[in-house]
């Protein structure tokens, strides 16, 4: 039997990177709320129209759509032995709702694993990535260098500029924080410090603290 597994982090904290190595391993389905609504938008389905029409307004998805997106993902088969969701909930309501919904199926979320990396390495780490234009390949200055070959040609994302990184870190502290405080009444809460290591020295934090 899996576990049912919560990501937590700020924006570059990289739960994206050890949830899915995390699903790899263990054999369970790694849910990432992005890759959902890209999923529905793709297929034409009717959750799908809903998003597309709040994309196009530039309004955020409501909670409520978000959740009955990502329940009817957890129905599906492949979700029976656990897994894990990387991007949801992202805040209080959302949390609260996912509780409901399990609950109602006798499931519970079993650990929510916290990265914790300081702002102003965040901001260091995010700033100085680059895409090649092109091909959509990402380096970093600091940890993956580009070929030097293609440097002079990399661009930076909006979002990955020092301000905006700034912007989505206040909006993280606002919103999507308060639900470590939630999970660790909850008693389900695991604080994985993740600063000063590679990907493979975080995985191995993780390990450590996952119950068995």
């Given amino acids: 039997m899996g576990l049912r597994i919560v990501m937590l982090g700020a924006p570059g ?113 995010l700033s100085a990535r680059r895409s090649d234009p092109d091909t959509g390949a990402v380096y970093n200055l600091k940890f993956n260098p580009p070929p030097p070959e293609i440097a002079d040609k990399l661009i930076q994302r909006e979002d990955d500029k020092p301000e905006t990184v700034q912007a989505r870190l206040k909006t993280y502290h606002e919103t999507t924080e308060p639900i470590i405080a939630y999970y660790g009444e909850q008693g389900v809460l695991l604080n994985v410090p993740g600063s000063n290591a590679g990907p493979d020295e975080i995985y191995r934090r993780i390990l450590d603290v996952l119950p068995a």
């Fill in 13 to 125: 904290a990289g739960k994206g990177t050890q949830a899915v190595r995390m699903a790899q391993e263990m054999g369970i389905p790694h849910i990432s709320t992005g890759d959902i609504f890209r999923k529905n938008l793709r297929e034409g389905t009717p959750l799908g129209s809903q998003v597309q029409g709040y994309l196009n307004s530039g309004a955020l998805v409501p909670d409520q759509l978000t959740c009955d997106i990502v329940a009817d993902r957890l129905q599906q088969a492949d979700c029976a032995n656990g897994y894990i969701l990387d991007g949801f909930p992202r805040s209080l309501p959302q949390a609260e709702m996912l509780t409901r919904f399990l609950a109602g199926r006798g499931e519970k979320i079993e650990a929510a694993v916290n990265i914790d990396v300081p702002d102003e390495e965040i901001v260091g780490r």
